[in-house]
């Protein structure tokens, strides 16, 4: 490991990947944020347009609020696209052990590509989930309300709270005059209510996506397990691609390979080996 991380090749390699991903996420990333609004934002009855969601942007947010959330998609596609061939190349290199002329058949390089893809979607949906509430609170209004400290209240059952909500005492002892009229499947209910924090500030409803945006406060109110909410169809997605993209790769590559070598006296080894393998 040492070795490599001074190898000079692989860090030009590494910087010229973050910089070129970097760049083209900065370029691209205004349209994807409308892309998300666009399909968030749309109903049945009121279908929205882009210029509809630009300009609800642009008044609440301003224009650099089609920038919400480009440094975590970014770090995610780096840190994605990193795991994503690293893993293809030390599965392939699996393969290749024992050949002398390192060949790759298409269908190893599928099964590779769909395990690098698995990979890399378990590592970038986390950031794909804060990247998402971030583009969300750009064109969501956020109504601050006061915060009104009580100082009798415990630090452990604050700390469950939003930084913009407070704890509201005589809405929770109400919720919990009403809930014990019925008959509870947990002896506690004050302690059970405090799982809910919306339930604490008097509202009764989940905060909106546009006041849970940063880490902390996803892993605060929803747990760390929020952090990879709808990963089954990102990792189906992403494992398909991966093998899509890695085996249509090594089929073209092979076939220019085979292309060149028609015609060529003596045949080149490489593609007898091909042929043998084949049959």
């Not at 409803?205 to 892993?219: H, K, Q, Y």
Request: glycine share 8%; hydrophobic share 45%; charged share 15%.
């Amino acid at each position: 490991m040492e070795a490599l991380m001074n190898n000079k090749i692989f860090a030009a390699h590494a910087t010229a990947s973050a910089a070129s991903v970097a760049v083209g996420t900065a370029a691209t990333y205004p349209l994807d944020t409308l892309k998300v609004l666009i399909q968030v934002g749309s109903t049945a009855k009121k279908p929205l347009t882009a210029a509809d969601v630009l300009n609800r942007v642009r008044v609440l947010s301003g224009y650099s609020g089609l920038y919400n959330g480009v440094g975590w998609l970014t770090l995610g596609s780096t840190l994605g696209l990193g795991v994503r061939f690293g893993v293809y190349e030390i599965l392939t290199a699996f393969y290749k052990d024992g050949r002398g002329d390192g060949y790759l058949s298409a269908s190893e390089a599928l099964i590779a590509g769909l395990v690098s893809g698995t990979v890399e979607s378990i590592i970038s949906s986390p950031f794909e989930i804060v990247k998402l509430r971030a583009q969300v609170a750009s064109a969501s209004h956020v109504k601050v309300s006061p915060s009104i400290a009580e100082k009798s209240v415990a630090r452990p059952l604050v700390s469950r709270l939003l930084p913009r909500y407070s704890l509201d005492g005589m809405a929770m002892n109400n919720s919990v005059g009403l809930l014990s009229t019925l008959t509870p499947r947990n002896a506690n209910i004050s302690d059970a209510l405090k799982e809910y924090p919306w339930m604490m500030t008097g509202s009764g409803r989940p905060p909106p996506v546009s006041n849970v945006r940063t880490p902390s406060d996803i892993i605060s109110l929803e747990g760390w397990t929020a952090l990879w909410r709808g990963y089954r169809a990102g990792l189906v997605r992403d494992s398909v691609f991966g093998g899509i993209f890695f085996s249509t790769w090594q089929f073209l590559h092979q076939a220019m390979l085979d292309w060149k070598a028609v015609g060529m006296d003596p045949i080149p080894r490489l593609l007898i080996v091909h042929l043998c393998f084949l049959i």
